[in-house]
């Protein structure tokens, strides 16, 4: 089943960014839950308004910085107190940035797994003895 209205498939991937208001000097630090080339979303504490257009850092070496337009933004829970699920249109001309930004990201989620992985097979280092 298509999802209407979407041009780009979205990648998982959870990893800290750095998002800033265009307009302020206020900056958080927020996780992302997904990555396109047309955009990204992750989860705030605040919400932030529609159309704002905020400076988006992933945090990478070297980071790499966008400007994006908030789509979307709505209740994570049935309040405020669960915080929100903010959707992000890149407002990025260049195609090879927003390919190189959505492979990076999907490279350290990747290294992340491996490392999650790596850490669970020393946690049970018995379970890995060849019997």
Request: proline share 4%; with cysteine; glycine share 6%.
């Amino acid at each position: 089943m298509k999802d209407e209205g979407r041009r780009f498939i979205r990648h998982p991937a959870q990893i800290p960014i750095r998002v800033a208001s265009v307009d302020d000097i206020e900056e958080s630090v927020q996780q992302t839950q997904n990555v396109s080339l047309g955009g990204l979303a992750f989860e705030s504490e605040q919400k932030i308004p529609l159309n704002e257009l905020i400076e988006i850092s992933i945090m990478v070496d070297p980071q790499i910085t966008l400007l994006g337009r908030v789509a979307w933004c709505r209740l994570r829970g049935e309040d405020e107190e669960g915080g929100f699920e903010v959707g992000v249109e890149f407002i990025e001309t260049s195609m090879g940035k927003k390919e190189y930004v959505v492979d990076e990201m999907c490279l350290v989620e990747r290294y992340q797994r491996m490392l999650d992985a790596i850490a669970e097979d020393l946690a049970n280092p018995i379970s890995n003895l060849m019997l």
